[in-house]
């Protein structure tokens, strides 16, 4: 397998069994990649470039551990990474004005070492935010793919780096950013009864209602990463999944909903043509 400073590592850890433990003896942070639940939130959205930053190692350190795999370097042209340590930037004007009781701080490193995700903390603490408030996530890496994440969400960030093991994220939003929404009415709605005869013979059925969040997001992707083409997963949920549509657009899968009764939802999720 072809590896540069863009690929996943989700992709290398499905290529080969062995890379996980050849990738946790990189970096102590990478430890957090034994845990199936932060494997599945971290993995499938970090890159080579995005762990380094936050395990403190050189994208030639992946590489060359992993060339003993069978794994091969190659440049990516159209994402150079510059192996330059930047320096903090200056805090957005924005920031500089905030009182205390504008910032909502939240300390995830107990949760994260005692193996617990913090991703549904942080989505329910998001949602409470109110107008003017800025969240603050102390950690001791940087949060990447929290940050693409809440980037989708309308959200910009600023990362502050206290120590080598003390980083400040800072999440907010100024009004003029371009973030639109998933109209859920308008994706959700129409042609449920024809696609479900499409699909007649050709669907793999997942039940995630017994799941604690973020665990039903995290199996329906995991079981997406085997879809077939040609065919559907029919998934019976507690509720609209709003975190996983915008993942599901991004991936190149589409999807309806069926909303059947309070606590009872069905998606019918399938890759875009």
């Known amino acids: ?148 994440l809440l980037e989708k969400q309308g959200f910009l960030s600023f990362v502050e780096t206290k120590s080598d093991d003390l980083i400040e994220t800072y999440f907010y939003k100024t009004g003029n950013d371009s973030f639109q929404p998933i109209d859920i009415k308008t994706e959700s709605t129409g042609d449920w009864n024809e696609l479900l005869q499409q699909f007649n013979g050709k669907l793999q059925h997942l039940d995630v209602r017994h799941l604690e969040m973020p665990q039903p997001m995290m199996t329906i992707l995991e079981a997406l990463e085997k879809l077939p083409r040609g065919k559907a997963l029919y998934v019976q949920h507690k509720r609209i999944p709003v975190f996983l549509l915008t993942e599901l657009k991004d991936r190149n899968f589409d999807f309806r909903i069926k909303e059947v009764k309070e606590g009872e939802v069905y998606l019918l999720i399938f890759h875009n043509n």
Do not use: W
């Not at 494997?39 to 030639?60: D, E, H, S, V």
């Not at 994402?79 to 903090?88: A, L």
């Not at 994260?112 to 001791?140: A, C, F, H």
């Open 1 to 148: 397998m072809e590896i540069n400073e863009q690929t996943k590592i989700g992709a290398i850890l499905k290529h080969h069994p062995d890379a996980l433990e050849t990738i946790v003896k990189l970096s102590d942070d990478f430890k957090k990649l034994r845990n199936p639940l932060l494997r599945k939130l971290m993995a499938g959205r970090a890159t080579i470039a995005m762990a380094c930053k936050m395990g403190g190692c050189k994208p030639q350190d992946f590489f060359q551990a992993l060339a003993p795999l069978g794994f091969e370097y190659k440049p990516s042209l159209n994402n150079p990474i510059s192996e330059e340590v930047k320096e903090t930037a200056p805090r957005p004007s924005f920031l500089q004005s905030l009182k205390d009781d504008q910032i909502v701080e939240m300390d995830v490193r107990s949760l994260i070492s005692s193996g617990t995700d913090p991703l549904r903390l942080i989505q329910q603490t998001v949602k409470e935010l109110s107008e003017g408030q800025v969240l603050k996530i102390i950690n001791s890496f940087e949060p990447i793919p929290l940050i693409k």
